[in-house]
């Protein structure tokens, strides 16, 4: 039931070559057999996730992201997304870091998660963290396993030294982060296999330890008391 078809990208495809009000409204009731579709693929991925893990969110349904565009800000006037795309949300502040999929034709699907928007004070701590000692986070993304799954850390970077830390430190590399995002990226053949949920799955096991370190660093102080 939450296997996604090649039907759902033939749908995805023509959006994309159609994309206004009018052919949406006349394709509806296809876009609602696909969306249930992308609930049912949901579901059966989060009662997997909660089996290691605590997830906030309720249901699939409540994790899919809409397909309507906010174009407001935009340049892009295209009223609808192209895609599948939705987020899980780990439950309690003792747990961090979110969980987001996306589905796409023509090799653009991914399973991703980090610390997207991270606030000015979790930022602060975890460049504090990485200042005083980086070696837990450098053995994190140089493990071999986390190479071979995500290749490396991504996120945007400043372009200096942040405010308050030495250009000149020996890991000015990772300080310059505003985000930390891994993802891992899979073809349209593999996103239609029967195994492509527990793929989901294991690739979201695999972000694990860069959770549970930025999970201990921001559920505690610099002395390393818990805060909550």
Request: proline share 3%.
């Amino acid at each position: 039931m939450g296997n996604i078809s090649n039907e759902n990208f033939k749908f995805l495809k023509a959006l994309a070559q159609n994309n206004d009000r009018d052919w949406f409204t006349k394709n509806k009731s296809e876009y609602q057999i696909h969306h249930e579709r992308m609930i049912s693929f949901a579901d059966e991925l989060l009662i997997k996730m909660n089996r290691h893990d605590n997830i906030e969110t309720l249901n699939g349904k409540k994790s899919l992201h809409r397909i309507y565009r906010d174009v407001r800000f935009s340049k892009d006037k295209s009223p609808y997304k192209s895609h599948w795309g939705g987020g899980f949300k780990r439950a309690t502040k003792l747990l961090r870091g979110g969980y987001y999929y996306h589905i796409q034709p023509n090799r653009k699907s991914f399973i991703g998660g980090g610390f997207w928007a991270p606030n000015k004070e979790d930022l602060l701590r975890i460049r504090h963290d990485i200042s005083n000692n980086a070696s837990d986070l450098r053995e994190i993304i140089t493990n071999s396993h986390f190479i071979s799954t995500f290749g490396q850390l991504k996120g945007e970077q400043l372009k200096s030294s942040p405010k308050g830390f030495d250009k000149d430190h020996p890991d000015i590399d990772l300080l310059r982060y505003k985000q930390f995002i891994i993802g891992k990226q899979f073809t349209d053949k593999e996103v239609f296999a029967d195994d492509f949920i527990e793929k989901a799955n294991d690739t979201f096991i695999k972000m694990r330890p860069l959770f549970d370190y930025m999970s201990d660093v921001l559920s505690t102080d610099s002395n390393g008391t818990p805060l909550f």
